[in-house]
């Protein structure tokens, strides 16, 4: 069975005109079986041969890269990788320096012993029995995904130092902790990068000040501006490392399923804690309509992260909207199979 993290990290790695060309076969292969019954046999095995030489190109380019980089930077998510990422390669550093993303929500879903077997077949029930993704199987993948991180930060090339980049959100803190953890019997030199800290001294002012949720938020230029930071004050001290992994066990103990970040800590928080304010911002979504009209979900869940202080991602919102609904708090119309599928109001 094809697994979708190979093709996506496949995918990834190609450059616009690899992807351009890789295009134009796929449809040059379908033009021509459309006009020939004969073509049509060999159709899939024509795009068998691009696939298995997609993905062989991905990986031998990644053992070339191996021997060649010296610095990998690690995130956590898709959103800053690619903003990283083309700072990176804007700045003609793109041979040297590499982009490892853990793709995961931190801040919602169970990480009791996450670092084991056990713990990601926990937060995967979890998420397959609350968090709606339609149809999309593929995110449910969650061995395969551990197997991953678990790979990835194992196989660190020994001349590469390692900048681990956060900011201060749930998310990234504990992101940076898992990572951490992970990485405990690496020899490498590490780097903690609070980029968020970084922006804020460099550009907020008087006039003008900027919060960045998470990392994704950051623009490309400012990423660019800043990432020589990274190591200027030297790596993360030993002590400070065997903390942080301490933290990251303890973390790890919990079985809460939502975290905030309050008064630069990570906080566990009961699974209801959005709850009143997402009633409220149905009320308030609703109060100038007519006492029987619907407000669509998207809508509600839109308004209600637009507005809230923390990183947890429209996912645990909607969640949380749904539980209002099946609690008898709100009324539904519309099949709750996604957000944009359904709207709610008041009882």
């Known amino acids: 069975m094809i697994k979708m993290l190979e093709i996506r990290r496949a995918v990834d790695e190609l450059s616009t005109d690899d992807v351009r060309q890789a295009l134009k076969l796929v449809m040059l292969q379908i033009d021509i079986a459309d006009q020939s019954l004969e073509a049509r046999e060999d159709l899939f095995n024509n795009l068998k041969e691009l696939y298995d030489s997609l993905l062989n ?4 380019n990644k053992r070339e890269l191996d021997s060649a980089v010296t610095k990998i930077h690690i995130v956590f998510g898709d959103s800053v990788a690619g903003s990283l990422k083309l700072a990176i390669k804007q700045l003609g550093l793109a041979d040297s320096n590499k982009v490892i993303t853990l793709n995961e ?14 713990g990601w077949l926990k937060r995967k029930e979890w998420f397959r029995n609350n968090i709606n993704v339609g149809y999309d199987e593929s995110y449910f993948d969650m061995e395969e995904e551990a197997s991953s991180h678990q790979s990835l930060l194992a196989q660190m090339p020994e001349q590469a ?3 681990i980049w956060c900011g201060n959100n749930a998310h990234e803190q504990v992101g940076l902790r898992y990572a951490l953890y992970l990485l405990r ?9 609070n980029a968020e800290e970084t922006c804020s001294r460099r550009y907020n002012t ?13 623009p490309v230029e400012k990423l660019k501006a800043v990432i020589g930071e990274a190591e200027e004050n030297g790596h993360t001290a030993g002590d400070i490392r065997q903390q942080l992994e301490k933290e990251w066990l303890s973390l790890a103990e919990h079985d809460e399923v939502l975290r905030i970040w309050k008064e630069n800590k990570i906080v566990h928080a009961a699974e209801d804690y959005l709850d009143a304010y997402l009633f409220e911002t149905v009320e308030k979504l609703l109060q100038h309509k007519p006492k029987d009209e619907f407000i669509k979900a998207a809508r509600v869940v839109g308004q209600a992260m637009g507005y809230y202080e923390q990183c947890i991602g429209d996912s645990y919102f909607e ?3 749904r539980i209002l609904v099946y609690t008898g708090k709100l009324e539904i119309k519309g099949v709750p199979r996604a957000m944009r599928f359904y709207s709610v109001r008041l009882k």
Do not use: A, K, M
């Open 206 to 218: 008087s006039d003008t000040f900027i919060t960045y949720l998470q990392l994704g938020e950051v």
């Open 185 to 193: 019997n690496h020899l490498n030199s590490i780097y903690v990068f």
């Open 319 to 321: 969640y949380r909207l």
């Open 161 to 163: 130092s390692i900048v």
């Open 57 to 60: 190109t991905q990986n031998n």
């Open 105 to 118: 929500s931190f801040s919602i879903g169970p990480i009791w012993q996450l670092h084991t077997e056990e």
